[in-house]
């Protein structure tokens, strides 16, 4: 008996395994928390290096992150099944970032004079080299919003340049190009940088 739950168990696990974002997202709007946990390991680095873009602050970023679950969770069965549940998952984000700015009445750009070496190892792990933080501190910095959001969803996020384009509804040509142009810059900026 003890062995058939074990074995259900993980048969259920395979088979939320197999599940899309798609279905998953419509199994959430059925109050399914194992899709719903599933769904969110399967795109919280993508949802959070996006709501990083924008932001450019690690604690607004993870604060947002946490209100754009929240709102997945509880909007789901206003999702009209279309192939794109991250791109409406982005629609969450981008809302609740731009209520946030709303809220706080200030700008976008909001300076990196805020953040330390030891927050930016914080937010994201997977940054704990120097030469690393040096890059993202450009990229928060010198990139605008479209180039921040291609390039972190492509770095951090790992997220292929036709996968970014099909999300953020834009064209892969597009993509291809305000990458490129993102990665000249902070090529050119961390060079000034080394002159200096």
Same mark, same amino acid.
């Given at each position: 008996?003890f062995?058939?739950?074990?074995?259900? &168990?993980?048969?259920?696990?395979?088979?939320?395994?197999?599940?899309?974002?798609?279905?998953?997202?419509?199994?959430? !709007?059925?109050?399914?928390?194992?899709?719903?946990?599933?769904?969110?390991?399967?795109?919280?680095?993508? *949802?959070?290096?996006? *709501?990083?873009? *924008?932001?450019?602050?690690?604690?607004?970023?993870? =604060?947002?992150?946490?209100?754009?679950?929240?709102?997945?969770?509880?909007?789901?069965?206003?999702?009209?099944?279309?192939?794109?549940?991250?791109?409406?998952?982005?629609?969450?984000a981008?809302?609740?970032?731009?209520?946030?700015?709303?809220?706080?009445?200030?700008?976008?750009? *909001?300076?990196?004079?805020?953040?330390?070496?030891?927050?930016?190892?914080?937010?994201?792990?997977?940054?704990?080299?120097? !030469?690393?933080?040096?890059?993202l501190? !450009?990229?928060?910095?010198i990139?605008?919003?479209?180039?921040?959001?291609?390039?972190?969803?492509? &770095?951090?996020?790992?997220?292929?340049?036709?996968e970014? !384009?099909?999300?953020?509804?834009?064209?892969?040509? &597009?993509?291809?190009?305000?990458?490129?142009?993102?990665?000249?810059k902070?090529?050119?900026?961390?060079r =000034? =940088?080394?002159?200096?």
């Open positions: 008996m062995l058939m739950g074990i074995f259900t &168990t993980l048969e259920e696990a395979v088979a939320y395994d197999k599940l899309s974002d798609e279905k998953l997202l419509l199994r959430v !709007a059925q109050g399914d928390k194992e899709a719903f946990q599933r769904l969110y390991q399967n795109t919280d680095k993508t *949802i959070y290096g996006f *709501i990083l873009s *924008i932001l450019r602050n690690p604690q607004d970023a993870e =604060e947002i992150m946490q209100e754009t679950y929240l709102k997945i969770w509880t909007s789901a069965a206003g999702y009209k099944s279309q192939g794109k549940p991250l791109a409406w998952m982005f629609t969450i981008r809302n609740l970032c731009y209520m946030k700015f709303r809220d706080q009445k200030r700008e976008a750009d *909001i300076g990196l004079s805020d953040l330390s070496e030891g927050e930016l190892g914080e937010f994201c792990p997977q940054i704990e080299d120097a !030469a690393d933080k040096m890059v501190k !450009a990229a928060l910095h990139l605008n919003e479209e180039e921040r959001q291609i390039v972190l969803l492509h &770095t951090t996020a790992g997220m292929k340049h036709r970014i !384009a099909a999300d953020l509804e834009m064209p892969l040509a &597009t993509v291809l190009s305000k990458y490129n142009r993102a990665m000249k902070l090529q050119k900026h961390l =000034e =940088e080394g002159e200096h």
